[in-house]
């Protein structure tokens, strides 16, 4: 059901991911080099003290929230963003070859955080494949553009990590990428869904056009460990 995208990390982490995480029945988290977001089943000052307890070493980690909500110390925000999550409930009928898109492995790691370190489009490490799905256009040998998805809740799977290179924009790779991941959740029998900057507003466009809806507000909170 769509509440479950209220706290798409909790039930991910519960469901389709949970073989990425640690933690417990109150708070889990997922492994450093895979993603940072953490989440709790329900974001309460007393879940948020259980996490502080139990969250490895001094890396920061990303909580989401449908609801603005206050972060108790010892906790510090380095950074807060305010986000939308987009359902598509129907695929808009594109008509975009997809024969340039080619799945992505574990040789294509060092491309894919050279390209979103440069493009930004949200946290992506090492392991940060192993969400599985990846898909990229190659110019030559290099990668310009990808997607993949990321958190996969029950039956609802992430559209993320939709970037293109600065030299590459206005070539229709961001639409043809994300058409090609909804078609792949489509047929899979899920439904797919992302979270975009509020202020993004070429991207929510690019999602408007391949049948995406708003949602929800998401709030994201960086948490960094402060001192007891």
Same mark, same amino acid.
């Given at each position: 059901?769509?509440?479950?995208? +209220? *706290?798409?990390?909790?039930?991910?982490?519960?469901?389709?991911?949970? !073989?990425?995480?640690?933690? !417990?029945? %109150?708070?889990?988290?997922?492994? #450093?080099?895979? *993603?940072?977001?953490?989440?709790?089943?329900?974001?309460?000052?007393?879940?948020?003290?259980?996490?502080?307890?139990?969250?490895? #070493?001094?890396?920061?980690?990303?909580?989401? *929230?449908?609801?603005?909500?206050?972060?108790?110390?010892?906790?510090?925000?380095?950074?807060?963003?305010?986000?939308?999550?987009?359902?598509?409930?129907?695929?808009?009928?594109?008509?975009?070859?997809?024969?340039?898109?080619?799945?992505?492995?574990?040789?294509?790691?060092?491309?894919?955080?050279?390209?979103?370190?440069?493009?930004?489009?949200?946290?992506? @490490?090492?392991?940060?494949?192993?969400? +599985?799905?990846?898909?990229?256009?190659?110019?030559?040998?290099?990668?310009?553009?990808?997607? #993949?998805?990321?958190?996969?809740?029950?039956?609802?799977?992430?559209?993320?990590?939709?970037?293109?290179?600065?030299?590459?924009?206005? %070539?229709?790779?961001?639409?043809?990428?994300?058409?090609?991941?909804?078609?792949?959740?489509?047929?899979?029998?899920?439904?797919?869904?992302?979270?975009?900057?509020?202020?993004?507003?070429?991207?929510?466009?690019?999602?408007?056009? @391949?049948?995406?809806?708003?949602?929800?507000?998401?709030?994201?909170?960086?948490? %960094?460990? #402060?001192?007891?």
């Amino acid at each position: 059901m769509e509440h479950l995208l +209220g *706290s798409p990390a909790w039930h991910a982490l519960n469901s389709g991911n949970k !073989n990425l995480g640690f933690g !417990n029945e %109150k708070v889990k988290y997922f492994a #450093g080099d895979v *993603s940072p977001f953490a989440a709790m089943v329900a974001n309460t000052d007393e879940n948020l003290q259980l996490l502080h307890e139990i969250y490895p #070493g001094d890396r920061p980690a990303l909580l989401m *929230s449908e609801i603005e909500i206050s972060i108790p110390k010892p906790w510090q925000v380095p950074a807060f963003v305010k986000g939308i999550q987009m359902v598509c409930k129907k695929q808009a009928l594109n008509d975009m070859a997809g024969d340039k898109i080619v799945p992505l492995s574990g040789e294509h790691v060092p491309q894919m955080l050279e390209l979103t370190k440069l493009t930004n489009p949200g946290p992506f @490490a090492k392991r940060t494949i192993e969400f +599985g799905h990846y898909a990229g256009i190659f110019e030559g040998e290099q990668l310009v553009a990808m997607a #993949g998805q990321r958190l996969h809740a029950y039956d609802y799977a992430e559209v993320s990590a939709v970037c293109t290179h600065p030299d590459y924009t206005g %070539k229709g790779y961001a639409k043809r990428l994300v058409d090609h991941q909804v078609r792949r959740i489509f047929a899979e029998g899920n439904i797919p869904y992302l979270h975009v900057r509020h202020d993004n507003l070429r991207a929510i466009q690019v999602y408007e056009n @391949a049948g995406f809806c708003k949602s929800r507000d998401m709030y994201f909170y960086v948490l %960094k460990k #402060g001192d007891v």
